[in-house]
């Protein structure tokens, strides 16, 4: 079994034709070690990750890009985001009667969050209905009618491993879209070997061997991969922001109340504790760095 977390790019020679090419296990793993989530909604999960790592480093920018949906199904919103390329977490809210066999996501929005480090905020909004549509074919229907790239997409998960692959027509030229490209050939020749992956292979098989079953009539030209990892972007420091924008009053009767504020992240589970000196101390501090 693959057990390297990765993303990992690649080209057809001679074609304006790319392949992307995502697998995760111990990132996915710590995700569902933090909730005793159904197994439809792990795996459910497991391809919002992969779709995640897969966009970003498509997308190749710093910053973050998150997938984050909510519907009028069995499950309320869910969201996966890969930060710089490489950090991913995920988090999934769901009925407390959740029941498999019944519509998971229902009818709702998918948003398509690009954050830059440096730049703007970039957000897509497309329409999800899970009875006849997938994840898959949400996003090869945004990068074709929003971006205008024809794409094919592929996700899989089970209860302990992801995978993504994508393959991509790049326009021929900058007047060009790739949905015009002139070599239909060679995009229907790719998109049928693509088409050949199973999900055992896609979960187990460690990646150049995976390509190679797939394209090895073909020239295909690898990238170096990208690790990947679970990371949170929780920390004190936000944590403690979270609170100021409480005011000191509303944040010391709290701990008047209940001896201290106790907040705990969502995503990793790590918990944040402040007793009444800690909020006097954080409101002193945030007062004299606003007069200096």
């Not at 229907?141 to 996700?155: A, V």
Request: net charge negative.
């Amino acid at each position: 079994m693959s057990n390297s977390d990765q993303t990992l790019r690649f080209l057809f020679d001679n074609t304006p034709i790319r392949g992307e090419l995502t697998q995760l296990t111990r990132a996915f793993k710590e995700v569902l070690s933090k909730h005793p989530y159904p197994m439809p909604v792990q795996k459910l999960l497991g391809e919002f990750m992969a779709a995640a790592a897969m966009l970003s480093d498509t997308i190749k920018f710093e910053g973050t890009l998150s997938l984050q949906v909510r519907g009028a199904g069995q499950v309320r919103s869910l969201m996966a985001e890969c930060r710089n390329n490489q950090d991913l977490r995920a988090l999934a809210q769901y009925n407390d009667d959740f029941e498999e066999g019944g519509a998971i996501l229902g009818e709702g929005q998918m948003a398509i969050t690009i954050e830059p480090n440096q730049g703007k905020r970039y957000q897509g909004i497309v329409p999800i209905n899970d009875s006849d549509m997938t994840l898959s074919t949400v996003l090869e229907d945004y990068f074709q009618k929003s971006e205008q790239i024809r794409t094919r997409i592929w996700l899989f998960a089970n209860t302990k491993s992801a995978a993504g692959f994508m393959i991509q027509a790049m326009p021929e030229s900058a007047s060009v879209s790739s949905l015009d490209m002139t070599n239909q050939e060679d995009w229907e020749r790719v998109v049928h070997l693509a088409s050949t992956l199973t999900e055992e292979e896609a979960l187990t098989l460690p990646a150049e061997t995976l390509l190679h079953r797939l394209f090895h009539e073909e020239t295909v030209r690898l990238y170096d991969p990208r690790p990947l990892q679970f990371k949170c972007t929780c920390s004190e420091e936000r944590t403690a922001n979270a609170i100021i924008t409480l005011g000191r009053e509303e944040a010391l009767h709290i701990v008047h109340e209940q001896g201290h504020i106790d907040i705990d992240c969502q995503f990793c589970h790590q918990r944040y504790a402040f007793n009444e000196t800690d909020i006097n101390t954080l409101f002193d501090n945030a007062s004299n760095s606003s007069l200096s």
